[in-house]
């Protein structure tokens, strides 16, 4: 109920101020489940490359964060940085113990949107392949611990 | 496609916006002053706004619930608790006036958007006329935004709510944190403050349900399990015909005020008086009740039951939900005390959001919990298939002892795993069971 309304706002806004460059809806069929792609603009290891992120969003939101992670089919891939597990799943502070019920799900594309611009060299965290063996679903229900504040 | 789709999630009856305002070079200012009225969390207008200690404001449901997630400011992240809210009236009769003259600034900026989409082709040199009535009309136009302006302050001023609490609880209270002199205080200043003193130093927040409560009687109020709140602070500080009046005076109207609520019979026991005088202040202020927050923990079912049964709340379902649902109570509760008296909602209408709430979630579980059971009939469909796999594993197995076995424990321990999902424990077991006959 309260998630249903501040996410119509969020849409609104996203409606009339449009999404910051690099970032683009890709689909918002109803207020569970949202789609963005996101690009990585300027000289980045990343550059030329399109992801997209899907986003979960529970009753509770925006007390509690939404799911986030980035999206692995046939058509995308989850990009190659120390924090993005190859099944998608993000370690970043922000969607754990960091998260705020102030950010906006377009504050969480751009701030992924700078972890992605400041990566310098492609490569997957330690322990990607045991991690995404047993990864859960959900990537809320992982304990990420944030150890690295660089990237 | 996406636009069709989008359009159907907007359709709401009630959408309001920032951006219903023209942009800034149009009407300054009007986006922003509209969006400084709302709430950086729910993003509405600001509902019963409650500041905390860092100065930021949110609606009294949105900070109680986003403190009880986690106890920090979510614009800044400085540490805050529910001791810290404070009533932010300034705002809510801000809210209430910008909420009564919106939709008129809203009908003379659109107007004015219009006038100045039209003024481009008059740039262009089609009519002078039009540009020469741009001027007389713009002037017009700041004179009635004046006019409005001049609304706001008088609404804010003399709207009943404001000025009955404004001046009875909450700048008493104020005053009574800060050392700040109140509305009462400056009409009359040697007799008030002479009896507010000795109030003022020994009124203490209980640590349970952070009520102030007098230092004398913190026990009591304690042992009573926080029901016995004799209010903080003086009776008559809080009424300024009173304090405007000297102590012998004072004394004199105290004991006709005993008279009128004793319904004449003027010599009831003191205990009695002062319990009545309580319940008197209370209602005369609109002095709002509050629900203590529970330590559910401590408690017995029994209990609980009857804590919701007081309430007049449903037992239904677990003990887990009960416990949601009264702390859902609670904050549902304590953030309606802290609207304006008029805009209260009765316990039926809480109630109601109450059941709304817990039918949302029980639909989100079922959702959750059809995922669950997928994955555990998936389990036990394809168990045969498993063990299959297991079998043809466990002679490799035997090479190499034990290591996959560690990498497993390894992986959930540094992962660290909230919820250990059907596969995973199953898979734990198994390998438990592959080391024991190994």
């Known amino acids: 109920m309260t998630s249903t309304r501040r996410l119509q706002k969020e849409l609104m806004d996203i409606q009339t101020n449009g999404t910051p460059v690099g970032i683009k809806l890709l689909s918002a069929d109803d207020f569970q489940t949202w789609y963005f792609s996101i690009e990585v603009l300027g000289e980045t290891v990343f550059a030329g490359e399109q992801f997209a992120l899907k986003f979960r969003f529970d009753q509770q939101y925006p007390i509690s964060s939404p799911a986030v992670q ?33 950010l906006t799900v377009i504050a969480v594309c751009v701030t992924l949107q700078s972890m992605l611009a400041s990566c310098k060299k492609k490569e997957r965290p330690v322990g990607n392949d045991r991690y995404v063996l047993h990864a859960p679903d959900n990537p809320k229900k992982t304990r990420f611990e944030y150890h690295d504040d660089t990237v | 496609m996406v636009a069709t789709d989008l359009q159907s999630l907007l359709d709401a009856p009630d959408a309001h916006d920032p951006t219903d305002f023209p942009p800034q070079d149009v009407a300054p200012g009007l986006r922003l002053l509209d969006d400084s009225l709302r709430c950086s969390v729910c993003r509405d207008f600001y509902d019963a706004p409650m500041s905390i200690n860092c100065g930021h404001s949110f609606c009294s449901l ?164 926080c029901t016995l709140t004799p209010s903080a602070g003086g009776p008559s500080s809080s009424r300024p015909h009173a304090s405007r009046a000297g102590s012998r005076d004072k004394d004199k109207q105290k004991a006709q005020w005993t008279k009128l ?10 205990s009695r008086r002062s319990k009545e005088k309580q319940k008197e202040r209370a209602s005369e202020a609109g002095e709002a009740e509050y629900l203590p927050k529970v330590a559910y923990a401590t408690l017995k079912d029994r209990r609980l039951q009857e804590m919701l049964a007081e309430h007049g709340l449903p037992t239904a379902g677990d003990r887990a939900a009960w416990e949601r649902r009264h702390q859902k109570w609670v904050t549902l509760y304590n953030a309606n005390a802290d609207r304006a008296p008029a805009d209260q909602q009765s316990p039926a209408q809480l109630k109601r959001a109450l059941k709304r709430w817990e039918d949302g979630l029980r639909a989100a579980n079922a959702r959750r919990a059809a995922a669950d059971v997928d994955a555990g009939a998936h389990q036990r469909a394809n168990s045969a298939a498993f063990r299959e796999l297991v079998e043809a594993a466990r002679p490799k197995k035997a090479a190499g002892t034990g290591r996959e076995g560690r990498a497993g424990e390894d992986g959930r321990e540094t992962t660290g795993m909230q919820d250990n999902s059907l596969i995973i424990v199953q898979r734990t077991l198994d390998v438990r069971k592959h080391n024991l006959e190994d």
């Open chain 1, 70 to 102: 980035f999206v692995v089919d046939d058509k995308y891939k989850a990009p190659e940085h120390p924090h993005v597990y190859s099944n998608g799943h993000i370690c970043a502070s922000i969607l754990g113990s960091e998260w705020s019920p102030v």
């Open chain 2, 62 to 225: 949105c900070i109680r619930q986003a403190l009880d997630a986690k106890q920090e400011c979510p614009s800044c992240r400085q540490p805050a608790t529910e001791a810290h809210l404070r009533k932010n009236t300034a705002a809510e009769s801000a809210v209430k006036a910008w909420s009564e003259s919106r939709e008129f600034i809203l009908r003379l900026s659109k107007a004015e958007e219009r006038r100045h989409v039209g003024d481009l082709p008059a740039a262009n040199g089609s009519s002078g006329h039009e540009d020469s009535e741009q001027r007389p009309r713009k002037r017009q136009r700041t004179l009635s935004e004046e006019d409005s302006d001049a609304e706001v302050e008088y609404l804010g001023g003399t709207s009943p709510y404001f000025s009955s609490r404004g001046s009875a609880t909450n700048s008493h209270i104020r005053a009574q944190e800060t050392g700040l002199p109140s509305k009462s205080q400056s009409q009359s200043d040697s007799p008030l403050s002479e009896h507010r003193s000795p109030n003022s130093s020994s009124v203490v927040e209980c640590p349970l349900c952070q009520r102030r409560v007098p230092l004398e009687s913190i026990n009591q109020h304690i042992d009573s399990g």
């Open chain 2, 261 to 270: 609520f004793d319904g004449g019979s003027g010599a009831a026991p003191p």
